[in-house]
DNA sequence: TTTTTTTACGCAATCGTTCCCGGTAACGAT
DNA sequence: ATCGTTACCGGGAACGATTGCGTAAAAAAA
């Protein structure tokens, strides 16, 4: 079944006129008489004509959609970030298409192509764990097409980007676990190479070394996956666990790897914050109703959605190429609950949990 | 900055040939010679052609792209559905566009008037809270739109429809309350007109029929907006506790409406299931590692959106007008936690909570 | 009354693609 | 030598909208 949609030349057909006088008098020229207007105004809007966007989009060269590469849409933080890129969106006319590469490159690729074959405007991308070769994003961009880079950036594609302060946040967090009484602080993050990953340790050996605490590499695990494969994110409490001597706590750097922490270490029966203290990056509203309640570093999901798409619109409608690029940074926040509570005050750090 | 793409001009002119003859060989014509196809298809190649989208999109009349309507991207139920989707519209070569109404029947229609101005070929669709009025899209359907409705749908407009078993989801849950000693059970439910709530409370009140226990109408409260605003559940809470004979236990029939009571029942300082036992829908992944674990009827949601996809890509795609519809029905799962454990067993139920 | 200006509208090209018509060779058959 | 086939390719309209240019009629100026 086709929805068939009634056209200007309809119009022009039904009143007698050319299509160039209906288009004209539908875009409120001057040189289309007053009583003209009248008439074929008053017959689109009773006939509830609409102009149609895909022969605007030829005639244009453009066609008002922004394409959108996230892991996973079912993912609190990257929800919310969508629903800011959105409302922006809708905001200006713009629809926006949305792909998931669920942590593949291929599949990354593949939205990529995807994508441009569907001719979008531009691009507001998140890249996944595993994308190591950024060659065809950069073709891509060297080609001309206005680029957005968030949460993950590429460094080396010069463009606007927008993060949350990873450093501060990750920072705050573990000096946060260590005026706990934390000092085994083990950190459970997303391959080294995602930018967000090295933002996030870096605050964290940073917040180490300000409290005079050595970085015990055996301590920092990467999950190839970003979490999404509970197995990866269970071989690494594992490993934490056989450890000679066991952390303490455990700083996860992103959501999924924070709340799969959490069901693991409930899994194997560790008490949390008794034996072991957790506090990650998360996004999800349901974190203090969790056992126990979660400390987390919550990001400006919806804000940086927003903040991104502005940026973007700003690059596409611009007459002359941008050469001036920003890089807009968002504060996190620190939400402090039960499961980094305070550890008993003790003479010397614990070597044994008691579980 | 405009992204130039390659088109079949370029080619023509390039290697001397015709538009159409370059067009030909590219969908692999028998009229065309092996040795031009070559050419062409190896230009093509080299030179990264794609077929521009816009003008197929112009020429066929279609513009392989979907419209969804959910209230809101960031609830895991529907960012299930919207992956099932996603997946089937991506493997037809259909993209798919979002928009949320946020609970609001203004939004709904807005959005309505943007999707189909945008020229969606078909439209997938849970309604909103407020949703009373079907005229608007009543008139789309009657017009020729093809649309399939999902989880809340719309009994008055005959197309394809695809919902969970919720009749029977609401009764198990209910008798699975009854069967761990709950004798008052509250129903807190979004507003009464809406397909999944007659139809779940429906199961609710069957079960407590089939099982001797008089139905109860102050038990029964409906949130007008799906329990999106906390206040609205706080109230009912409010009144549920403010019974002379307090409900022993809460069915929740929606996610936000679940996870909200709990939140609620743990600010007002309601053991659960001391106190109160709890059970409801809902899709998040998390509600094991609530505190309680809860109780839950979980929607086969990605699947729901495959199925969704299939019916309406079936509608876009027939030649001839469809009539013959049909109600797509999946099962429900019921997970039991802690949230629904036990009641000691008492001589009566009683009448004030210890709390 | 004639010329100029203004008003109001139509023609046709354009965007990228497909496809209905043609058209022209080459070749074998008559 | 003529006709019919076959193989191969091009012209141009169409999809829906915009827009530069041309031009008729009406109004204003001469």
């Not at 942590?103 to 990529?112: A, I, T």
């Not at 950190?187 to 964290?204: D, F, H, K, Q």
């Amino acid at each position: 079944m086709k929805f068939e949609a009634l056209t200007i030349k309809d119009i022009a057909k039904a009143l007698g006129l050319s299509t160039s006088t209906v288009s004209r008098a539908l875009r409120d020229s001057y040189e289309i008489s007053p009583e003209t207007k009248k008439l074929v105004l008053e017959y689109a809007e009773k006939n509830n004509y609409h102009p149609n966007p895909i022969a605007l989009s030829l005639k244009e060269r453009r066609s008002r959609s922004i394409g959108v590469i996230v892991c996973e849409i079912a993912n609190s933080y990257f929800s919310q970030v969508i629903n800011g890129i959105e409302s922006i969106a809708y905001n200006n006319g713009y629809n926006v298409i949305i792909a998931q590469s669920r942590e593949s490159f291929d599949r990354e690729v593949l939205n990529l192509q995807y994508l441009t074959s569907r001719s979008i405007d531009g691009l507001i991308i998140s890249v996944s764990t595993e994308t190591k070769d950024f060659s065809y994003l950069k073709e891509l961009h060297s080609k001309g097409m206005p680029i957005v880079f968030f949460d993950r950036i590429v460094n080396e594609i010069d463009t606007h980007k927008v993060i949350a302060d990873n450093y501060k946040g990750a920072y705050e967090a573990t000096t946060h676990l260590i005026n706990c009484g934390y000092r085994r602080i083990a950190a459970v993050s997303n391959p080294a190479l995602l930018s967000i990953t090295v933002e996030r340790m870096a605050g964290y050996k940073a917040a180490l070394a300000d409290n005079g605490i050595e970085v015990d590499e055996s301590l920092i695990k990467y999950c190839q996956h970003g979490g999404m494969i509970l197995s990866e994110v269970e071989d690494v409490v594992n490993e934490l666990f056989d450890l000679n001597q066991r952390p303490d706590a455990i700083f996860a750097t992103a959501d999924k790897l924070t709340t799969n922490c959490l069901r693991l270490l409930k899994i194997k029966g560790f008490a949390v914050p008794g034996d072991i203290g957790l506090l990650g990056f998360s996004n999800t509203d349901l974190t203090e109703l969790l056992d126990p309640p979660l400390s987390i570093i919550k990001q400006p999901a919806f804000e940086m959605g927003e903040v991104a798409t502005n940026l973007l619109l700003q690059l596409i409608e611009s007459k002359r190429p941008v050469t001036d690029f920003e890089t807009k940074v968002l504060t996190t926040e620190l939400l402090i609950r039960e499961s980094t509570r305070k550890k008993e005050a003790k003479a010397k750090p614990v070597p044994s949990l008691l579980k």
